[in-house]
């Protein structure tokens, strides 16, 4: 039987005492969640060392995100392939090792899909698009309240590439018998400039070749008909025939 989840004190010197490789970065936590849920949850992976929830000083309420430091680099590994968009009290977790999350891998190759059927969920939409290169985040956004679909959400690439050949491929077709839209997304606290500029892909350019690893498939939601299993992404009913994973966009074809 494990022993409950250790006290994660110790400040500054906890973070340097942590094993960053076996240690994960968790997500979109609904605020019921606490150490002890977290412990449970991940506990179904590996033994875990230690749990760390930064909470707000004053409220003492976490601020929606944590750290799981397991014993072993294998089993957080194993645990960001398994439980990555899981669902906790109605929200996908967000897995990742925790020195990968970080705005820094992100290059500006983000793109809005809209017009989606109210059943794609962020499973569906990262088995979709990862055919196309290598997925940061796969987001659809959702009614707080209801938790329903609102119809559209966003994704990112590590590369201008990838987003080119996903906006070329996937803008117009058919995902769940609905045309989806596909378009560099608008870029936060702007007067409508979107991703995708001349100015972000010279950035992205200069940036060293040694970018961020690919985050793992959300696992399948069980029960769900017509799923794709856990596993790596394969997309053998959405794939567009046309352009098969790896093959550069079209020429001519430049960010908006």
Known sequence: MAAGPPQSGGG????????????????????????????????????????????DKITQTHQGYGFVEFKNEEDSDYTIKIMNMIRLFGKPIRCNKSSQDKKTNEVGANLFIGNLEPEVDEKMLYDTFSAFGVLLF??????????????????SYDTFEASDAALAGMNGQFLCNRPISCSYAYKKETKGERHGSAAE???????????PKPAS???????????????????PTLRPPSLPPGMPAPPGMGGR
Not at 201 to 211: N, V
């Open 201 to 211: 892909r010279l950035i992205a350019a200069s940036r060293p070749k040694d970018g």
């Open 12 to 55: 500054i010197q906890q973070v340097y005492e942590r094993n960053q490789e076996a240690t994960i970065y968790v997500g979109n936590l609904d605020p019921k969640i606490d150490e002890e849920v977290l412990w449970e949850l991940m506990c179904q992976c590996g033994p875990v060392a230690n749990i760390h929830l930064p909470r």
């Open 217 to 235: 498939a959300p696992a399948a939601a069980p029960g769900r008909p017509g799923m794709p299993g856990g596993g790596p992404p394969g997309m």
């Open 138 to 155: 796969a987001k659809v956004m959702r009614d707080p309240d209801t938790g329903q679909s609102r119809g559209f959400g966003f994704i």
